[in-house]
């Protein structure tokens, strides 16, 4: 069955340092995103990503942070100058379609990057 | 905007009892709505879902009716086992195509 991929698996940096997690979603899928879970607290949207550009974005999603697809697999999504508030788990999903009128078809979920800033 | 509020865990119960875990939501239209889970140390899957007002989701046994009447979402299952251990999380389809999640609920089972 296919699924999403995230690497790596765990992140520790600096506070103040570049990272950059990474992300195959699953191959037919069209939509991407970015969501992140701060421990103990509710799954947060950061970002949605359609046809090589960000489609939604949360107020969490502040300059500090972008999104890429540099390839036809891979999606990334870069924090310029990680804080200590930037610790959590960061998931990726993908979907084929988002079906218009408030409704949201199904995201499938990678296993998630937990970053750790010290 | 919208929000979805489910019961607060941990929720602990013993082998083959009755799971409930109720989820309400806020939200303009009709949206989408997901119960997704987390096993220990894994990512968030899909559980069930259901689109439109009284419609059932179920899998693995759970169960989920869309009630447009008192916008809920509750999760059911009639006999749970040690293997369902995990966080059960609600969510509704956002108008920006996104997810909007619940706190999650924590269930322990015993054996």
């Known amino acids: 069955e296919p699924e999403v991929t995230q690497t790596p698996s765990h992140q520790v940096t600096q506070m103040g340092q570049e990272v950059i997690l990474r992300c195959v979603p699953i191959s037919n899928h069209l939509y991407f995103y970015w969501y992140r879970q701060i421990l103990g607290q509710k799954v947060e949207f950061l970002v949605s990503?359609?046809?090589?550009?960000?489609?939604?974005k949360s107020e969490i999603f502040d300059d500090q942070f972008s999104v890429e697809r540099p390839d036809g697999s891979n999606f990334t999504l870069k924090i310029r100058s990680t804080k200590l508030e930037d610790s959590a788990m960061y998931f990726c999903?993908?979907?084929?379609?988002?079906?218009?009128?408030?409704?949201?078809?199904?995201?499938?979920f990678g296993p998630g990057t937990r970053l750790t800033v010290l | 905007g919208d929000s979805v509020t489910q019961m607060e865990g941990p929720v602990t119960l013993s082998e083959e009892a009755f799971l409930t875990i109720n989820c309400t939501y806020t939200?303009?239209?009709?949206?989408?709505l997901f119960w997704y889970v987390q096993y220990p140390g894994e990512g968030l899957q899909l559980l069930l879902k259901?689109?439109?007002?009284?419609d059932k989701g179920s899998n693995k046994g759970f169960e989920a009716t869309y009630r447009k009447e008192t916008t809920s979402f509750h999760l059911e299952k009639g006999s749970v086992q040690v293997s369902d251990s995990a966080v059960y999380f609600c969510a509704l389809g956002g108008s920006q195509g996104n997810l909007i999640f619940g706190k999650g609920t924590k269930l322990s089972v015993k054996p």
């Open positions: 999903a993908s979907s084929d379609k988002v079906v218009r009128t408030s409704r949201t078809d199904t995201q499938y």
């Open positions: 259901a689109t439109k007002a009284d």
């Open positions: 939200a303009t239209g009709y949206p989408s």
């Open positions: 990503f359609y046809n090589n550009e960000i489609s939604e």
